[in-house]
Structures are given as C-alpha cells and as structure tokens.
C-alpha cells in the first residue's frame, strides 16, 4: 500500500498535467447554477426540460468502467451521481478526466439530469472543469478517522466523513438560533461586551494573560461578560443578553474546555425566583422548537421538560448524598477531613466553601438526573449575588443540573455597593492566600454600581454543556468544533 506521501506525489503529478494543458486547477469563479438540494426536490422538472445545466462539489466516490465512468458528489447541500461516457465528450477531455480525477477533487459539471435504470437520479456529463485539485487523500469512507484526536484535531475531515458528526453541529447551531429567538422575544436586548479586560472578574477562575503594547498594560481574556453586563443595566437597558467566548486557564476533561461559549441574560427589576423561571422556559421552548417535543433521552434516562423542575437546598443534597449531617457546623478542617475521607484532595489555600463545593461535584451531582434548581448557597462560594436577607449566611441563588450536568447558574445580583467591597476584600486574601482562582476587586464596576444598579435577576448557560445535555453527547469536545489541544508533535 502505497504511503500518504507517495500518494500526494503523484496528486502533485496530475496537478502538473493540468497546468500544463493550459488549465487553472484553482479558478477564481464557478458557474455553479443550482445546489444540488434544490436539483434533488425539482427533479423531475429539470428532466422534463433536458436542458444542460451546472453543479459543482467535492468528488466523494469514483467509479471507473473503461468508456463509462459513475461518481458521486456532494455540495455540502445534497449529494447526487453523475455518469460520464466517453462517446458523450471529447476524448481528450474524456482522458483528462479519467487521468486526472481524484476522490476530495471539487469539479464543475455541465450536463443534463436522468434517472437510470437502477433508479439513481443522475446528470450525464457533457462537460467538466476542475475548481481544485486535492493534494491529500480522504479517509477510508468506512474506517474514516480512527483516532479521537485525529478527528479532533482535523475536525473538517471528521465532518465530511461522518453525516452524524455534521449534523450534531447543524443541530447545536439550531439551538442557539432558537435561544436568541426565545430571548428577542421576551424583548431582551443581544449586546457584545468586552473581552480583553483589566480584571477577569464575573467568575471564580483563572484567566490568560496578555499584554498590549500600544497602552503598555496587562489584560486579561475574560473568563465572563458579567460586570459588563450589570453596568449595562446601571445604564439604564433593562434587558440584555450576550452570547459568546469566555476563557479560563483551567484543565481539560469531559465538562471543561479552556474556551468555550457562554450565554448571560438580566433583568432589571427581576430576582433569582424570575431567573429561574426564565431559565425553565427557555428550555422547555428549546426542546420543543428543535426537537418537535418536551421529552428527550439522556444517558438512558427519559427527562421530560412538561414538568416542573425540582427544588432542593445545596446543605440537603450534601447531607442526603455526602452524609454530612451538619454541614453549617462545620469549620474548615472538618470539611477537609470529610472530603478526604471521600478521595478529595483539599489544599491548603481552599476556603471552607471551595472544599464543600467539591465535595458536592463528586457525591451530589451525578445523582441529579432530572432538572433540579439548586438553592441556598453560603454567601462566599458567589460574591456577586445578593444575601438571602439581611445579615444572612445564604445568598439568593440557584444552579440548574441535568443528567449530571451543570447546566445554568443564576441568582439575585448584588446591587448594594458596600456589601459588594466587602465581598471582594473576601476574594482578595482568598487569593493572597494562595487560591489563583478568587477574584479580584474592580474599583471601576464598584464605582458603576455606586452610581444606581436595580435590582435583577441574572443567568449563565454554557452553551456546550446545553447542547451535550440536549443531544445525549458524553464528552464536551464532541460539540466544539475545534477544541483545545496539545501541540501534535
């Protein structure tokens, strides 16, 4: 068997004959006058008329039988057969052809549409042109991309060679399509906000760095559009969204993904009891606009979104899944001695809150498979939300899991400038102490909020981790469409 680059070198070959004929193997137009798609729903028509008429698209299969060759091509549209016989042709182009054709070539075809005797829709070819000439080889239409990472990292390989891989895309974009409908809707306003900032606030994570050097400063890739967003509302929108990329310097595993794409929508004058009906909503109108229904199936499990989503206290899943019977009563070290005894690592930075946060993503979260609104979070593990009451040790917040899955997180947005400096001196020697991740303060947001903010409600979606939930997918790669890999030596 011949090896990969034996097979470019003689690509390269039938790229010199070409050119040596005369012939642009890279033309800068096409005379392509139908998708393939609309050929295929009219059909019938365009037999009718027997008039010659231009496809064009990437040779996926080919078939020579001596005087006769069979093909089949796709524009990305459709994909259909064409039959080139050589008494119908020129031989000369008839030759050029046979000699000069590879699988993954893009041809331009003129020609008339016919169904043959085995009842395949076809054009027979009265003239062809190459539109560009493939250098490298396809897959193995069978074995196609063996290796995970291969297909990873040559993603427009795996979705050209894998219909289900292309279609879970089509179907993720669907999704957010219909997200943007729901909230243009409910007459939210789609804003874009800055994501090279001077603090990487709005989120407890570890951002990248990066300099510029025209102002000569640090910045930061946002690792989320929060701040932003709620100055927005101190600036008199009542209703905004964003939907884009967030970053945060963190590690690779079946949920996470250095980049990823988040959704965040508030609401003046709304509260986290709004936000989560919001949140419920949404969803329910998602499934049903994308999936023709309320129910769908995830990891064997029928979930239906008719129903109303569960409630249920932070402190009563740890005491129920964890066995922490007195979650409040416990100081640091007991909290570290609990989850060690569970295979946690704990270190010695990690506050109290950060510990019992791990303990919960181990022992609680795979058991939550239908949605379930998580509530009653001690007012440190989110700076940014607003107490449950007056000098209370809880804030007004809730998480949204599935299958397992965080899939939102929402809360009553802190709006009392005070409060907000104390809790971000609280993240300040969190990460004096070691903790990379707190965050740090922002004079500027602290100024915008002392200025007026109303009171609202607001909501983070990961939109990656939605759409595994929704499409049953199991490995948060699988539905980005080039994620994050090492170097390939």
Not at 214 to 232: F, G, I, M, Q, S
Request: net charge neutral; aromatic share 10%; hydrophobic share 40%.
């Amino acid at each position: 068997m011949a090896s990969l680059e034996e097979l470019r070198a003689e690509r390269v070959k039938k790229l010199k004959v070409l050119k040596e004929k005369g012939i642009n193997p890279y033309p800068i137009f096409s005379a392509r006058e139908y998708e393939i798609a609309e050929v295929i729903v009219k059909f019938k028509t365009f037999e009718k008329k027997k008039k010659p008429i231009t496809l064009a698209g990437r040779v996926v299969a080919l078939r020579p039988q001596g005087a006769l060759v069979f093909l089949n091509f796709t524009d990305g549209t459709g994909m259909l057969q064409a039959m080139i016989k050589k008494g119908d042709m020129d031989e000369e182009s008839f030759a050029l052809f046979v000699d000069t054709v590879d699988i993954g070539d893009f041809i331009e075809f003129v020609g008339s549409v016919f169904v043959t005797k085995r009842e395949e829709k076809t054009i027979l070819v009265k003239k062809w042109r190459m539109l560009a000439k493939s250098l490298r080889p396809l897959p193995d239409k069978w074995a196609g991309l063996s290796d995970v990472e291969e297909r990873f990292r040559k993603r427009y390989l795996d979705t050209l060679m894998s219909s289900d891989v292309k279609e879970l895309f089509i179907l993720r974009s669907r999704i957010i399509t219909d997200i943007r409908d729901f909230l243009n809707k409910e007459e939210y306003l789609e804003v874009e906000t800055a994501m090279l900032q001077q603090h990487a606030g709005g989120a407890t994570a570890l951002p990248f760095s990066t300099h510029h050097n025209a102002l000569d400063t640090n910045l930061y890739l946002r690792v989320a559009p929060e701040l932003y967003l709620k100055r927005l509302l101190a600036g008199g929108f009542p209703k905004v969204y964003e939907i884009g990329r967030n970053f945060r310097n963190e590690g690779i595993d079946v949920t996470h993904n250095p980049e990823f794409t988040m959704l965040e929508f508030y609401e003046s004058y709304g509260d986290a009891r709004t936000a989560m009906a919001t949140v419920e909503r949404l969803l329910r109108h998602t499934a049903k606009n994308v999936f023709k229904k309320t129910s769908i199936t995830h990891n064997g499990h029928t979930i239906d979104f008719s129903k109303k989503f569960v409630v249920v206290s932070y402190f009563d899943l740890l005491k129920q899944y964890a066995h922490i019977s007195d979650p409040m009563g416990m100081t640091r070290d007991e909290t570290a001695l609990s989850a060690k005894r569970l295979g946690i690592d704990v270190a010695k930075s990690d506050s109290r809150e950060k510990i019992f946060d791990n303990i919960y993503k181990k022992t609680c979260r795979p058991k939550l498979i239908n949605p379930t609104f998580i509530v009653d979070y001690p007012a440190h593990m989110l700076p940014l939300a607003k107490r449950a009451e007056s000098g209370s040790e809880f804030v007004d917040a809730f998480q949204l899991v599935a299958g397992g899955i965080e899939l939102a997180k929402g809360f009553s947005e802190l709006n009392d400038p005070i409060d907000q400096a104390e809790r971000f001196k609280r993240q300040d020697e969190d990460r004096k102490a070691g903790d990379a991740e707190a965050q740090t303060s922002d004079t500027a947001f602290l100024e915008a909020m002392e200025h007026g903010m109303p009171p609202a409600g607001g909501v983070g979606i990961g939109i990656e981790r939605l759409v595994m939930f929704l499409t049953d997918t199991r490995n948060i790669r699988e539905v980005i469409l080039f994620p994050t890999l090492r170097p390939k030596e």
